[in-house]
């Protein structure tokens, strides 16, 4: 599976925004800068994610995007969902007399079951704890771009 920049984006996004102190509200513009995302593009974005309830909008001078839940429970494969990216089998019914096909479609069903239970097993708490670590071998300070 490829992560598209629609999926890879949102990811980062919200990574960053579990990041913040109380998970307060962080603009658009902060996260787009410190992410290396278009500001346009990540706003529309975080609206699917907020539909999605995964995040809320704050209004006012110091609003932005916040988690709507904790880290822990906001997986991946909710946050690809919210903005389109879950992967989907081909609408592909298999020829009745090829049994081959019959085996590869099964197979490719199989596969596509066990990647989205993966997608759904990891929360964003886990990649902020992987971040970490990663972080600490390395020496480098709390801040970082995902």
Do not use: C
Not at 91 to 114: G, I, M, Y
Not at 129 to 139: M, P
């Amino acid at each position: 599976m490829k992560l598209t920049t629609r999926g890879h984006y949102s990811v980062k996004a919200l990574l960053d925004l579990s990041l913040q102190p109380k998970y307060g509200p962080v603009s658009v513009r902060a996260i787009a800068k410190r992410q290396d995302i278009p500001a346009p593009y990540l706003e529309k974005l975080l609206i699917e994610m907020r539909r999605a309830s995964i995040v809320k909008s704050i209004r006012g001078s110091i609003g932005g995007y916040q988690l709507a839940r904790e880290p822990a429970q906001i997986s991946i494969g909710q946050i690809l969902e919210a903005v389109g990216e879950t992967s989907h089998l081909p609408h592909h019914t298999p020829a009745p007399t090829q049994a081959e096909d019959w085996v590869t479609f099964s197979l490719w069903q199989r596969l596509n079951q066990k990647l989205k239970e993966a997608l759904y097993s990891i929360t964003l708490a886990d990649l902020y704890y992987d971040a970490r670590s990663w972080q600490a071998s390395l020496g480098e300070e709390a801040s970082f771009v995902v």
